[in-house]
Nanobody, 113 residues
Framework: QVQLVESGGGLVQPGGSLRLSCTAS????????MNWHRQVPGKQREFVAG???????NYRSSVKGRFTISRDNTKSTVYLQMNSLKPEDTGVYYC???????WGQGTQVTVSS
């Protein structure tokens, strides 16, 4: 398994932005497919965005045009840039290594005025 450490969550007003980071303890990070998921209490964890080793990205429909997933293989890090945040984006955001089946510990994102 690979160890994943997220950072960058916090409290932001509607319309604001946050950038989440997830750093992996993996020498061959460039070979890994990485995702971001989120979960709110009482609901199932849901896919938010993913990026393949080749850089192909995909998003859930509700975040398309607002969120951008990217990766820096030199830093073994995947990012989630979140713009135009809405209250319904509130939740715990988890980094997931699809290639290894490993989850990070999660970081809280709260969108509220």
């Amino acid at each position: 398994q690979v160890q994943l450490v997220e950072s960058g969550g916090g409290l932001v007003q509607p319309g604001g932005s946050l950038r989440l980071s997830c750093t992996a303890s993996e020498s061959f990070f460039s070979n890994l497919a990485m995702n971001w998921h989120r979960q709110v209490p009482g609901k199932q964890r849901e896919f938010v965005a993913g990026i393949t080793s080749g850089g192909t990205t995909n998003y859930r429909s509700s975040v398309k045009g607002r969120f951008t997933i990217s990766r820096d293989n030199t830093k073994s890090t995947v990012y989630l840039q979140m713009n135009s945040l809405k209250p319904e984006d509130t939740g715990v955001y988890y980094c997931y290594c699809a290639s290894r089946g490993s989850w990070g510990q999660g970081t809280q994102v709260t969108v509220s005025s």
